[in-house]
């Protein structure tokens, strides 16, 4: 049970409100201002910067190595963005712990995508062929 300390709510429309929340989601009103915007851009800036840089080096030596990283690296990378980038604009921006989390569970279902999915593939494939040469034994053909 929280206290009245630790409870807030936001001045136009008294609807609850979180502490570190920067405006309010219900009516928008900026509750204090967004002081750490700067640097979360640089921070941003300085990840997406040496992602490309990455895979501009990868790619001037090996094309498939650099494929290979831009998607395991690229696509959690939008998405960690994508997230950031709506919570900011709902009003309730992620916190770096949580930032870290997201980033964390991200990374390993990339890694878990990458190697489940080619071997799940694969035996797809095997299946289809058990099943088109059983077919075709069946009828005679094979």
């Known amino acids: 049970m929280s206290s009245p300390i630790d409870q807030f709510v936001c001045p136009q429309c008294n609807h609850e409100v979180r502490e570190e929340w920067v405006s309010c989601p219900v ?9 750490d915007l700067v ?9 997406l910067a040496s992602y490309v840089w990455g895979v501009t080096l990868l790619y001037r030596h ?22 950031a980038v709506i919570f900011r604009i709902q009003g309730k921006p992620l916190t770096w712990k949580q930032l870290g989390r997201t980033s964390a569970r991200t ?19 095997v299946l289809l062929l058990f099943v088109v040469c059983g077919g075709l034994m069946m009828t005679g053909q094979f």
């Open 27 to 35: 009516c928008g009103l900026r509750l204090k201002p967004g002081g």
């Open 107 to 125: 990374a390993l279902v990339s890694l878990g995508l990458l190697i489940v999915a080619p071997v799940l593939l694969g035996l797809a494939v």
């Open 62 to 83: 090996d094309r498939d190595q650099a494929l290979a990283f831009a998607v395991l690296v690229g696509l959690p990378l939008c998405y960690i963005f994508g997230k």
């Open 39 to 47: 640097p979360r851009a640089i921070a941003w800036a300085a990840v």
